[in-house]
């Protein structure tokens, strides 16, 4: 599965081009799926010009600070999650009505690990709309 930065849509399998836009993934492909890089200007085994668009690159910066939010979060659940579970296996061990407050504390900590699952999804809404504003202001200066 693929995501494509510039839709924003994803695409199942291990696809070259994505079924919403048409870009290629991270190179560009001559009408022979030869794969070239992004800076191509010629397809270097065939010599075709007519190359694929390829979404746009995704900065560094976005990519790690994604992967770092993502470690950072995990690991502070996790701190979280190991005294809250001892404490309702010691009482599930020993046949003890679960407390209240434990009850909602391990709902709130359900619900935070589910965020958690979905933090990389909205990496990948955030990061088209940046790369859009960018190029729209590239453009802009363009023009004057």
């Known amino acids: 599965m693929k995501y494509c930065y510039a839709c924003g849509h994803t695409t ?8 919403s836009c048409g870009c290629s993934y ?3 492909l001559c009408p022979k799926l030869h794969a070239n890089p992004r800076t191509a200007e ?3 085994r065939c010599g075709s010009r007519d190359l694929s668009n390829p979404q746009p690159r995704t900065p560094l910066s ?5 992967l770092l ?6 690991f502070l659940l996790l701190c979280l999650s190991v005294p809250l579970l001892a ?3 010691h009482d599930l061990a020993r046949n003890l009505p679960i407390p209240e407050p434990l009850a909602v504390q391990i709902c709130t900590l359900i619900i935070l690990w589910i965020s958690w699952m979905l933090l990389p999804l909205a990496f990948r809404r955030i990061i088209p709309r940046s790369l859009t504003r960018k190029s729209d202001s590239f ?4 023009h004057r």
């Open 62 to 66: 976005w990519r790690l600070l994604a």
């Open 139 to 142: 453009h802009s200066h363009d």
């Open 42 to 44: 010629a397809c270097s």
């Open 12 to 19: 199942g399998g291990e696809p070259l081009f994505c079924n």
């Open 26 to 28: 991270d190179v560009k």
């Open 87 to 89: 404490a309702l296996f």
């Open 69 to 74: 939010a993502q470690a950072l979060l995990g």
